[in-house]
């Protein structure tokens, strides 16, 4: 599993350092980042495929947490 890790923190990277300014600085909001960094790590190793790739089927799962959490009845388990 190392290589698709090492190969989604490389492409986040990249994206970083596209981000640069001609002085070399910026500002990130790294939360964003680090969750398609989760998530695509998660896509390379169980699924074969970058996140970017399977990104419909995340967009789903988080649309069905937020629906969970927001619920106003109590779920019966």
């Known amino acids: 599993m190392l290589p698709a890790f090492i190969q989604?923190?490389?492409d986040m990277i990249s994206?970083?350092?596209e981000m640069?300014?001609?002085?070399?600085?910026c500002e990130i909001d790294?939360?964003?980042s680090i969750q398609n960094?989760?998530?695509?790590a998660i896509s390379r190793t169980a699924f074969g495929s970058s996140y970017v790739a399977g990104s419909k089927i995340f967009?789903?799962?988080?649309m069905q947490g937020h629906i969970l959490f927001n619920t106003r009845s109590p779920m019966k388990w």
Do not use: G, M, Q
Not at 20 to 25: F, K
Not at 37 to 40: E, I, K, Y
């Open 8 to 10: 989604s923190s490389h």
């Open 15 to 17: 994206k970083w350092k």
């Open 20 to 25: 640069l300014t001609s002085d070399e600085s």
């Open 30 to 32: 790294v939360r964003p």
């Open 37 to 40: 960094l989760t998530c695509d």
């Open 59 to 62: 967009d789903l799962i988080r």
